[in-house]
């Protein structure tokens, strides 16, 4: 199991930026995929952001589009979430996750990318309140 550790999580305000970093306990390029996910209180788990790391290719959700990026550093096995001009609705506790095994064809990457579902590793989370 691939153990991760999320930091960069805090309050920001609205308009504000933030990134997340998770490390985890493999190199990359051994998983398939790393995204990022979210979960606000009453609510689903939801995808944010993820990248395959054979490819380099990322997905996001469109909530999120051209504010988030994701990216990896192999060198370091660490995966960040760059988040721009943040919004209350993105107040959230956000989870790293890792998948492993073969890529999905590619008709259907963006949904294994975005669906916590095809996730099996997942870390602590970190916390993320921004305020209006």
């Known amino acids: 199991q691939v153990q991760m550790v999320e930091s960069g999580g805090g309050s920001v305000q609205a308009g504000g930026s933030l990134r997340l970093s998770c490390v985890a306990s493999e190199y990359p390029r051994d998983l398939n995929r790393m995204g990022w996910f979210r979960q606000a209180p009453g609510k689903e788990r939801e995808g944010v952001a993820a990248?395959?790391?054979?490819?380099?290719?990322?997905y996001s959700d469109d909530s999120v589009q051209g504010r988030f990026t994701v990216s990896i550093d192999n060198a370091r096995n660490t995966v960040y979430l760059q988040m721009d001009s943040l919004k209350p609705g993105d107040t959230a506790m956000y989870y790293c996750a890792a998948a492993r095994g073969e890529a999905p064809p590619p008709r259907l990457r963006r949904q294994y990318a975005l669906s916590p579902i095809f996730y099996t590793d997942w870390g602590q989370g970190t916390q993320v309140t921004v305020s209006s």
């Open positions: 990248i395959y790391t054979d490819t380099g290719n990322t």
